[in-house]
């Protein structure tokens, strides 16, 4: 019998169906709420996760891994696909193809020194351009940091000489950097060559980094592999077009919202997710979705696409995901006068009408904030995003590539998931609780 049938079949007997609840019966069902989501006991069972295997969190744990797929039911809705690619497409054409061939700051380094930097810190979490820039300046001040032969013979200095101590994990990281290096000592090369060792297949790389536990997964390797090639340095490759786009919430987000992804029920809780069985759904189909994108966007414009789905990443991420999607227009309402204005900057504090007007020094207190395409003047805060203003490639944008798509599917509301981490002093690992024993959980 299922654990959801005998779940329901406590609670129902909680109660007779007539009469209003006592407290008394109140007390059961939240302990049977409590012990069916929360608790194990011995016996029952384990499920594999990481490597390693672990007991079950709670009978709703092992229905949820079982059935999340089924109950979730998500799917790749074609139609919107093909709006989004027309979108895609529409930018390309507008921008000649620099939308998505952003290319970020070297900081002074050649294609050899940036290649061995991110190579060697991008299995570590340094993400984005920021980062970069610290690990340059690191590799400026005393570049045998990032020697292959000293990271070999003393990884834990390398990881000290990063900056990648404070965070935490710390043995897990030295073996990461000691597994790479090796890889690259092995194979009798540099970062900067290391595709030749692999016939110029970025699939039989990534094959090959993901199997030596150094630390790249799936969206690492893929982001690193991308940026290799947007920034020229490595080119003549093969198998580009297999690197997706990396998910994240920004990606989720857009996708849920223009309905290139739909959920049969809106998602759940992270509190509900045990060992994120529905973050990861939601991420895997969500690069499905961006590569079928792609795919309708290659087979109507042949001529006019990008190389791989993984170019989608700055636009889709960077600009829509966390310039336009996202509730950047304010409105004003002015302290002293009845008027009401909208502005591009929530941290505004004065009645711009009354300046403009001459009235100097009225104060005005922003009353909401609310996303540019929801507002006829949404205008306002794309015109001043920093895509729009200082990047110069579509300076006469006034809403969001996106706004009638979503004008259409009407979901501009939907959240992406969020996840609990299985291991780690706030995962589900630390959180157990046996039946009858009361306690459990997290605690921040
Ligand atoms: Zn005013
Ligand atoms: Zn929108």
Same mark, same amino acid.
């Given at each position: 019998?299922?654990?959801?049938?005998?779940?329901?079949?406590?609670?129902?007997?909680?109660?007779?169906?007539?009469?209003?609840?006592?407290?008394?019966?109140?007390?059961?069902?939240?302990?049977?709420?409590?012990?069916?989501?929360?608790?194990?006991?011995?016996?029952?069972?384990?499920?594999?996760?990481?490597?390693?295997?672990?007991?079950?969190?709670?009978?709703?744990?092992?229905?949820?891994?079982?059935?999340?797929?089924?109950?979730?039911?998500?799917?790749?809705?074609?139609?919107?696909?093909?709006?989004?690619?027309?979108?895609?497409?529409?930018?390309?054409?507008?921008?000649?193809?620099?939308?998505? !061939?952003?290319?970020?700051?070297?900081?002074?380094?050649?294609?050899?020194?940036?290649?061995?930097?991110?190579?060697?810190?991008?299995?570590? =979490?340094?993400?984005?351009?920021?980062?970069?820039?610290?690990?340059?300046?690191?590799?400026?001040?005393?570049? !045998?940091?990032?020697?292959?032969?000293?990271?070999?013979?003393? @990884?834990?200095?390398?990881?000290?000489?990063?900056?990648?101590?404070?965070?935490?994990?710390?043995?897990?990281?030295?073996?990461?950097?000691?597994?790479?290096?090796?890889?690259?000592?092995?194979?009798?090369?540099?970062?900067?060559?290391?595709?030749?060792?692999?016939?110029?297949?970025?699939?039989?790389?990534?094959?090959?980094?993901?199997?030596?536990?150094?630390?790249?997964?799936?969206?690492?390797?893929?982001?690193?592999?991308?940026?290799?090639?947007?920034?020229?340095?490595?080119?003549?490759?093969?198998?580009?077009?297999?690197?997706?786009?990396?998910?994240?919430?920004? !990606?989720?987000?857009?996708?849920?919202?223009?309905?290139?992804?739909?959920?049969?029920? @809106?998602?759940?809780?992270?509190?509900?997710?045990?060992?994120?069985?529905?973050?990861?759904?939601? =991420?895997?189909?969500?690069?499905?979705?961006?590569?079928?994108?792609?795919?309708?966007?290659?087979?109507?414009? @042949?001529?006019?696409?990008?190389?791989?789905?993984?170019?989608?990443?700055?636009?889709?991420?960077?600009?829509?995901?966390?310039?336009?999607?996202?509730? !950047?227009?304010?409105?004003?309402?002015?302290?002293?006068?009845?008027?009401?204005?909208?502005?591009?900057?929530?941290?505004?504090?004065?009645?711009?009408?009354?300046?403009?007007?001459?009235?100097?020094?009225?104060?005005?207190?922003?009353?909401?904030?609310?996303? @540019?395409?929801?507002?006829?003047?949404?205008?306002?805060?794309?015109?001043?995003?920093?895509?729009?203003?200082?990047?110069?490639?579509?300076?006469?944008?006034?809403?969001?590539?996106?706004?009638?798509?979503?004008?259409?599917?009407?979901?501009?509301?939907?959240?992406?998931?969020?996840?609990?981490?299985?291991?780690?002093?706030?995962?589900?690992?630390?959180?157990?609780?046996?039946?009858?024993?009361?306690?459990?959980?997290?605690?921040?």
């Amino acid at each position: 019998m299922s654990e959801m049938k005998i779940f329901l079949e406590k609670i129902r007997s909680c109660w007779d169906g007539e009469n209003e609840i006592t407290i008394d019966e109140a007390r059961k069902v939240v302990k049977e709420i409590n012990e069916f989501l929360y608790t194990n006991y011995p016996g029952i069972g384990d499920t594999f996760a990481l490597g390693s295997s672990y007991p079950y969190f709670s009978d709703f744990h092992r229905y949820w891994e079982e059935n999340h797929k089924e109950i979730l039911n998500i799917k790749i809705n074609e139609t919107k696909c093909e709006s989004v690619a027309d979108v895609m497409h529409g930018i390309f054409v507008e921008t000649e193809g620099q939308t998505f !061939t952003n290319i970020w700051n070297m900081f002074g380094l050649s294609n050899e020194e940036v290649c061995r930097v991110r190579m060697l810190t991008a299995n570590q =979490d340094f993400r984005g351009s920021r980062s970069f820039e610290e690990l340059a300046k690191i590799y400026e001040d005393d570049p !045998t940091i990032f020697d292959l032969e000293k990271i070999q013979s003393s @990884p834990d200095e390398f990881i000290k000489d990063i900056g990648a101590a404070k965070l935490s994990q710390n043995d897990k990281r030295i073996s990461y950097a000691k597994n790479l290096v090796n890889l690259l000592i092995e194979k009798e090369t540099e970062p900067f060559a290391i595709l030749e060792k692999y016939n110029n297949s970025v699939m039989g790389f990534k094959d090959d980094l993901l199997a030596r536990q150094t630390g790249y997964g799936n969206k690492k390797a893929d982001m690193f592999i991308r940026d290799m090639i947007v920034l020229n340095i490595w080119n003549d490759v093969t198998g580009f077009e297999e690197i997706n786009v990396a998910s994240d919430v920004n !990606t989720m987000k857009v996708a849920l919202r223009t309905g290139i992804i739909e959920t049969e029920i @809106p998602l759940v809780s992270s509190f509900l997710d045990i060992f994120c069985y529905q973050y990861g759904d939601v =991420d895997d189909m969500n690069a499905s979705a961006w590569r079928k994108v792609w795919e309708i966007w290659k087979e109507k414009y @042949p001529t006019e696409c990008i190389k791989s789905p993984c170019l989608m990443d700055y636009f889709i991420y960077d600009v829509v995901g966390k310039q336009f999607c996202k509730p !950047t227009l304010a409105i004003f309402k002015c302290d002293e006068c009845e008027h009401t204005f909208k502005w591009h900057s929530g941290r505004n504090k004065t009645c711009q009408v009354c300046h403009a007007a001459g009235i100097k020094n009225v104060r005005a207190t922003k009353i909401a904030s609310v996303m @540019p395409c929801m507002d006829e003047e949404g205008s306002i805060a794309i015109q001043k995003s920093k895509f729009v203003s200082q990047e110069g490639l579509m300076p006469y944008l006034q809403a969001c590539p996106f706004k009638t798509i979503c004008d259409s599917t009407n979901k501009r509301f939907l959240e992406p998931p969020k996840s609990i981490s299985i291991l780690g002093q706030t995962g589900w690992t630390s959180a157990y609780a046996e039946k009858d024993k009361g306690g459990g959980g997290l605690m921040s």
